[in-house]
């Protein structure tokens, strides 16, 4: 009939639905796999069709030392060809210059008026004292032999504490000596041969008791190579050497002949030795009143020098510099320096002041 509406359409069904929905999951399933494909495999003409390599060759190996390659770690002698032209300067080296010096450990000497062209004192020149024999007794025993006599007076007291255990040791040995010189002829060599072994050992005691090097012969460890080692190192095995003692405090022309002689100088507290080198060095060459001239000037300008140096490597015990005008120090250091220097005469090398014409 003309002008009726179509009945209306019936909704999609159930299993409708469900078909639907399988075709668009498979769809996209597909969709999916299509683009992981583009995107893994390469275009064509660059090289992607070659296949990945290995995952070994990614990784590290071990090696064995004997598959290395040391030739490049070795020197090679140089080819004089291949230097033509070539700039090979080279870098100088300076001498190495040793830390620490023997025994005592001590920085050289920065003071150029107390210092002395000696090479530093690490035994004292008696040291060590001879073992008393039958043939040297007779020297022991000498009235009137000199003994050199060692403390505060005539040695350092700071930084050289092996000196005065040396010093110590010949001290307690002289008057051991002198002792010993009292008794019969038949007690004095067992005496002293007692007196210089214990005097010995106690020296060993003393040097291990403190935290320096000990003397070599100390380390021996049977007593008898000890001993035997402290005998072959004396250096006056007769106990002949002849000891003086002079007055620096009076330059004369004696006096400097006394000096102007390679002698062994005893008195080794400072400034003794520097002061004696100063004397004997520029004015023994020198004859008659010149050398005489030459030692007193040099004696009261080093006593001016050493006194107005800044630098505190002689502590002065007695004051001297202390005083304002220059012959109270004079003063002072011939009363309490320079009365009593001990030295040892060797052989004479500048002859005796010429009388001036």
Not at 215 to 228: I, N, P, S, V, Y
Request: aromatic letters at 6%.
């Amino acid at each position: 009939m003309v002008g009726e509406r179509p009945p209306p359409e019936a909704p999609p069904s159930r299993q409708h639905l469900e078909m639907s929905q399988r075709i668009l999951f498979v769809l996209l399933a597909s969709w999916l796999a299509l683009a992981a494909q583009s995107a893994t495999v390469p275009p064509k003409g660059d090289g992607g069709e070659k296949p990945p390599p290995p995952p070994s060759d990614d990784l590290q190996q071990e090696m064995m030392p004997d598959q290395v390659l040391l030739d490049f770690l070795f020197q090679h002698p140089i080819d004089d060809q291949a230097l033509d032209g070539a700039d090979v300067t080279g870098i100088v080296q300076t001498p190495l210059r040793p830390a620490f010096g023997p025994r005592g450990r001590r920085p050289g000497c920065h003071d150029d008026l107390l210092c002395t062209r000696e090479p530093p004192v690490y035994k004292l020149d008696e040291f060590p004292p001879a073992r008393p024999t039958v043939d040297n007794l007779a020297n022991i025993c000498a009235e009137g032999r000199k003994k050199a006599s060692y403390g505060p007076w005539n040695l350092p007291q700071t930084g050289f504490s092996h000196l005065s255990r040396q010093g110590d040791a010949l001290n307690a040995l002289e008057d051991d000596l002198d002792r010993c010189c009292q008794l019969s002829e038949e007690e004095k060599l067992p005496c002293s041969s007692e007196a210089w072994e214990t005097t010995l050992i106690q020296y060993c005691k003393q040097e291990f008791s403190v935290k320096t090097r000990p003397h070599m012969c100390c380390k021996e460890k049977q007593l008898d190579d000890r001993l035997a080692c402290f005998a072959i190192q004396a250096p006056y095995p007769a106990y002949d050497k002849e000891v003086t003692t002079v007055n620096l405090a009076q330059i004369t022309s004696s006096l400097l002949d006394s000096l102007c002689r390679p002698v062994s100088l005893l008195s080794k507290q400072k400034p003794i030795p520097a002061l004696v080198q100063n004397i004997t060095e520029p004015c023994c060459p020198l004859q008659a009143e010149q050398r005489t001239q030459c030692a007193q000037e040099t004696k009261s300008q080093f006593i001016a020098n050493i006194c107005s140096s800044q630098k505190k490597t002689w502590k002065d015990p007695q004051k001297c510099c202390a005083r304002e005008e220059s012959q109270a120090r004079d003063d002072c250091f011939n009363l309490n320096y320079l009365s009593d220097v001990a030295y040892a005469a060797v052989d004479q090398i500048f002859p005796p002041a010429e009388p001036a014409v």
